[in-house]
């Protein structure tokens, strides 16, 4: 069994970015080393900090699915397919954020006054957008893969946005408070691709339940084998095409992430700290 979980909005309070409220079940999930493996918006630089902060080592999805990392050091996995980054590997499916920057440029000039990009702004803006610390800014600003787009144009420009992207092979994500553009792929892409790889090869791939509350863990949601949808405090919950499996918290953020995976593990009779002899 392996949970794939959002972040912002899921394990982390929309607006104070708290994870108290799951600790009780993330201590008891820990306890019976039931990987908990971050599947996020966030950059690796965010990521290092948070998994920090979480006391978690497993594997974590960055950018909306543009590369899974994971441990050098955690010999379960190996190097196929990957390349190493410090003390970690890394498998990516998108090009590098570098590769937008001309694009976006056009687009900018199309539809004037729409949208600004991160790399445009300075740390400032950031934290006024998000409520994260300077420092948190700036790691949410290091991207490798894709960009973060503050959109203030109308939903019809929006459409044109979008397809515009598409036409140049872009994948275009609707996060929390940001549009995410970058290289075809998605959470759910990334989490196919270490669920298959998560168990040494000849292994059959574990049970996964993919965790979120947003437009972009659509796909990620209907991938998985069991599907927690969490309420947004400001956003509608989007649409998931799934006929079963498929999970609704009763409260938003944290605590509806711990309620719903409770739910979850009774409805297929899995007990934590399992095997009483
Ligand atoms: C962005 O991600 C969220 C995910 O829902 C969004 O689009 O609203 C990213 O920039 C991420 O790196 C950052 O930590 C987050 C902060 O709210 O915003
Ligand atoms: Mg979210
Ligand atoms: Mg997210």
């Given at each position: 069994l392996v949970i794939y979980t959002d972040l912002?909005?899921?394990?982390?309070?929309?607006?104070?970015?708290?994870f108290a409220a799951a600790e009780p079940l993330l201590g008891e999930l820990a306890a019976s080393s039931i990987p908990v493996v971050p599947c996020t918006s966030k950059t690796r630089a965010e990521l290092s900090v948070f998994r920090h902060r979480l006391g978690n080592a497993y594997p974590f999805i960055i950018e909306n699915g543009s590369a899974v990392y994971w441990e050098a050091?955690?010999?379960?996995?190996?190097?196929?397919?990957s390349e190493r980054i410090d003390t970690l590997y890394r498998h990516r499916f998108v090009p590098a954020r570098e590769h937008w920057r001309p694009i976006l440029e056009q687009l900018g000039r199309d539809l004037d006054g729409c949208f600004t990009p991160f790399s445009a702004m300075q740390v400032a803006d950031v934290v006024e957008l998000t409520g994260l610390s300077a420092e948190e800014a700036a790691a949410a600003m290091q991207r490798e893969f894709g960009e973060a787009v503050h959109w203030r144009g109308s939903d019809e420009q929006l459409q044109a946005f979008s397809k515009a992207l598409r036409e140049h092979g872009a994948a275009v994500h609707r996060g929390g408070r940001f549009i995410h553009v970058m290289g075809p792929s998605d959470k759910g892409r990334a989490l196919q691709w270490l669920n298959d790889h998560y168990?040494?090869?000849?292994g059959s791939a574990p049970i996964s339940i993919a965790i979120g509350d947003g437009n972009n863990d659509v796909p990620m949601l209907e991938v998985a084998d069991y599907a927690l949808l969490i309420r947004s405090p400001v956003n509608p919950l989007p649409a998931v095409d799934r006929d079963s499996g498929l999970f609704v918290s009763q409260e938003p953020g944290p605590a509806g992430w711990q309620q719903g995976l409770r739910d979850i593990f009774a409805h297929i009779n899995f007990s934590l700290g399992g095997i009483v002899d």
């Open positions: 912002d909005g899921s394990l982390l309070d929309h607006h104070t970015y708290s050091a955690d010999g379960s996995r190996t190097a196929a397919d168990n040494d090869p000849g």
